[in-house]
């Protein structure tokens, strides 16, 4: 009985991974990028997004002190590095094309802010970036002094004092900044 009850499984596991291969290599789960993703494809996505945040984002107060020179460095970076996807102080409304082309659609950070989120949470996305959607590891090219800066004016970027928010006003998202 017991057996029989383990032949069992064993065959439905094995029928799920073949049906599984056969939907991939059919060609019916999309791999396009303007295809909205499926309800599995989504909790994959987020759950293990989510544990690993949990698991590896630091947990430490941001070591960048909370000040205007620092906001306005961050203003200035994230002009450099991010505003062509994740926009600029005008928001959803004016997207730059690469922001609207892209799946995942990122984020427009001045009506899809991050201002709820951890710090610590920030600085990891910005320094691993995510698997599978458009947002790249700054790991490489950005210190970590830089990308805490980014994860401080991405927590305060709705409340900016006077010169870190004039400074916001003026970033644009398209074209890009020349470096």
């Known amino acids: 009985m017991l057996k029989s009850a383990l032949a069992g499984v064993a065959l439905t596991v094995a ?5 599984a291969f056969a939907l991939v290599e059919s060609g019916y789960i999309p791999a396009n990028a303007d295809a909205a993703p499926g309800r599995l494809e989504t909790w994959i996505a987020s759950t293990s997004l989510d544990a690993t945040l949990n698991r590896e984002a630091p947990k430490e107060p941001n070591p960048v002190a909370l000040t205007d020179e620092n906001l306005l460095a961050g203003v ?10 994740h926009g600029d102080s ?16 990122p984020p427009q950070m001045a009506t899809d802010g991050v201002e709820d989120d ?4 920030s600085f990891w996305k910005i320094k691993h ?3 599978l959607t458009g947002m790249p590891s700054f790991g490489s090219t950005l210190s ?4 805490w800066t980014l994860a401080l004016f991405l927590k305060h970027m709705d409340k900016l004092p006077p010169a870190p ?10 074209p890009p900044v020349p470096r």
């Open 15 to 19: 029928l799920l991974a073949a049906a």
């Open 76 to 85: 200035n970076l994230f002009a450099q590095n991010c505003a062509v996807c």
């Open 90 to 105: 005008r928001g959803l409304p004016a997207a730059s094309p690469i922001a609207r082309g892209l799946y995942q659609k």
């Open 118 to 121: 951890p710090e610590g949470t």
């Open 129 to 131: 970036g995510l698997r």
């Open 144 to 147: 970590d002094k830089e990308i």
């Open 165 to 174: 928010a004039q400074a916001w006003e003026k970033v644009r998202n398209w």
